[in-house]
């Protein structure tokens, strides 16, 4: 499945991803300029995650991308200069746990692997969200498995029961990720309308 054979690069997008959060809840943009951040983050989460992407190569695309508009104007010396401001405003803690490894168990666990991609691209829509800044993985990857389930007809309920798990993490990470879609008018099956939203989350279980 190609999804899963490229997961090394869904992780370095996803650290990126979590270095930038993480940045700004520290760093104002005004101090910070966005539009060097996220290449930078790009760069210190590939060395980080073993992938490196070399420095030179993010602003030959930065460039062909954004043409000769100024404000993406960046040389390598700029990518570099910010790495380590970035370093410094996360206090050099560059660890980040991501909801794939969990959520590739816990789909096996369940018997319901035939939710991967599906439950996969859940996950890869709730790095939109600051979910990863405030919530633990597992439960992530707990919630991306109950809606999926709950959309492809899959019964896990005495699965979920057993797992003992605080259900109302479960529903408060699910009604989230469901607003964000229903937000912005993103839908994970391309039709997920109010009806659909609506019969999921009365499906949730009470607390364990």
Known sequence: MPIILNRCYFRVIATAITYFRRV??????SE?????VAPACLYLASK???????ARLLVFYIKKMCGS???YRFEIKDIL???MKLLEALDYYLVVYHPYRPLLHLLQDA??????QFAWGLVNDTYKMDLI???????????CIYIASVLKDKDTTSWFEELHVDMNIVKNISMEILDFYETYK????????????????NKLPAKA
């Not at 910070?32 to 060097?36: C, K, T, V």
């Not at 980080?48 to 070399?54: A, G, P």
């Open 24 to 29: 700004y809840t520290r760093k104002s943009m």
């Open 48 to 54: 980080v995650e073993e992938s490196t992407v070399q």
């Open 32 to 36: 910070y300029d966005p539009r060097l």
């Open 186 to 201: 993103v839908d994970p099956q391309r039709g997920l309308s109010d009806e659909k939203i609506s019969p999921i989350m």
């Open 69 to 71: 508009d100024d404000k």
């Open 133 to 143: 800044l405030v919530q633990p993985p597992y439960m992530i990857a707990l919630a």
């Open 81 to 83: 200069e910010m790495e």
């Open 111 to 116: 018997g319901v692997t035939d939710l991967t």
